[in-house]
DNA sequence: TTATGGTTTAACTATTTGGTTAACAAAGAT
DNA sequence: ATCTTTGTTAACCAAATAGTTAAACCATAA
């Protein structure tokens, strides 16, 4: 029985307007009535389908996470060298949070506020694991393709390079007295710039 | 005229105590009375110090801002190469932020929800400038002690090295499946491997 | 001693905000 | 047609919260 009625998607439309804003402002800069007027919806529909504004901001934050998820499981756990999944997951995540940009922002926030969201989402199928990528560096490292390093701090140094620009922006437009658009064209650059100077780094 | 009457130093109490509060809760978090309650002074003494809690904030930004810049400057504008500065960046970063771990997150926070509070640092006296990294690192490349890079984009990786561990620990520690203690540890070791990774990559 | 002026407190206010409710609308089932 | 279920709305409520106020307090100077 198909969900009929009058309803033009008005769960799918709040939550469209619920990530806006909570990404925006996370959950408590975010207001209800903001959400509902962002959604052109009353207010009463949120707690209707959603039933309290912790719920509604549960349901943006996991989805929100599982947008990630994949990218970073392609990289960890497909068969290609160290050196192609640093190229590729450099050049695909940069290209991919360009046009999500309050994203990691968004989740290193709230993951901060309650660092127990954690276990939340852990349950999620796709959540990621390191366990491959560890295995691979170890080996690349003893048949001397890569110098040696700890996967597990390689690993941090990745991320770091491709997410934190994105978290820092308004700091780094700052300091390197930029704006939007020489950001973007930086940023561009590092899609390839970044994985050159990793590469660079660990290999023999 | 010295501050007399009673007055135990309330005012430096209450920033103080904003300091802790808003540095773990953000603006949107933080709430008066619990900073009163924090500093075991009476609500109205907040407002009798600092007018409202914009103004409040603001003081505990600023001054946090502060504490930061100086780091900052030191490794841009000293006289050391630039190999030098990579290791003392990375030692000394990483060994102030272990003391003050809330630090670089609420300040990228805080910039990211209000981008216009970057104009009121900026005319502190010691704002740091990348002139001198830039051209240090162009001379540099042309005496053939680094191989050719983009001075932005190599302080970029730096401070996205040294950073954003400290901004994304939940996140690092739950893909790591660690806690406490060895995330602590992990982020001791990178005091010097997070330098022989940048060193190793730029040096030719 | 007492007048002065900065400091402190408890009680209060106005507003914001998450959440509820009761009446109403509309679509499908009977 | 009308009954039932689901969706929608405006008005409302209670709690939280930034900010105010008037009275009390207390150290100092005259």
Known sequence: MAKTNKN???????LSAAENIFQKKGMDGARMQEIADEAGINKAMLHYYYRSKQLLFEAVFTNAFSLL???LNKIL?????IEDKVKNFTHNYISFISKHPY???????ELNRNPKFFEKIQRNAAFPTLEKFKNQVNQEVEKGILKPINGEQLFINIISLNIF????TPLIKGFLKIENKAFK????????????FIINSIKK
């Open 103 to 109: 994203l990691p922002n968004f989740i290193i926030q």
């Open 165 to 168: 620009p994105f978290v820092a």
């Open 8 to 14: 033009h998607d008005t769960e799918g439309q709040i």
């Open 69 to 71: 998820a994949p990218q």
């Open 185 to 196: 064209k930086m940023m561009e650059e590092r899609k390839v710039s970044v994985s050159e």
């Open 77 to 81: 756990n497909d068969d290609s060298s």
